[in-house]
């Protein structure tokens, strides 16, 4: 689960937060299954966290940095990500229902197997995104012609019983069981 530091730097403020991640040589932040719903998190540069699991329902996250970021199976119902910066993301098995993605940059991100009910993507940069297994039929704003692919060879590996795992091998089900998701 997630760090404990990291979750309350994070929760003191983006100022603060911004201002640690700057001045460490952190590659990696810890925030797996953060209860992080509404949270004002605008602007926060969340590069190459683990989010897997977490809570962003309703979040702020306009101008958010989640670059390489790994948000598999977490929670973006009604999240606002206006402007967000998600280049080579992960997204597998999100919730993105109702998401504000509005001119978001998902250049390379992998949306697979996601939901997407009525998220909007309008004006949004998804070159090289793949969204194969996610019904992007129910998104609004996504437009054809635009880079994005559906793709079975971004799929999320599975294992023998279909169980998807994550980039690490590691297997994603137990994660979705411990969050009570």
Sequence with gaps: MANPDHLARLLAGVPYWN????????AEVDLRGAELAGTDLRGADLWYAKLQGADLGTA???????????????????????????????????SLNGAVLVEAD?????????????????????????????????????????????????????DATGVGLDRRGIMMEALRRSSGA
Excluded at 19 to 26: E, H, I, K
Excluded at 107 to 128: N, Q, R
Aim: aromatic share 6%.
């Design 19 to 26: 201002a640690w991640r700057a001045a460490g040589d952190l």
């Design 60 to 94: 702020r996250l306009e101008g958010a940095v989640l670059t390489r970021a790994d948000l598999s199976l977490a929670l973006l119902r009604h999240a606002n990500l206006y402007r967000a910066v998600l280049r080579g993301a992960i997204l597998d098995r999100a």
């Design 106 to 158: 998902l250049t390379l991100a992998k949306v697979t197997d996601a939901a997407m009910d009525g998220a909007v993507l309008t004006g949004a940069t998804v070159w090289g995104a793949n969204f194969y297994g996610s019904p992007v039929e129910n998104a609004h704003g996504l437009v054809r012609d635009t880079g994005w692919i559906q793709d079975e060879a971004g799929v999320p590996r599975r």
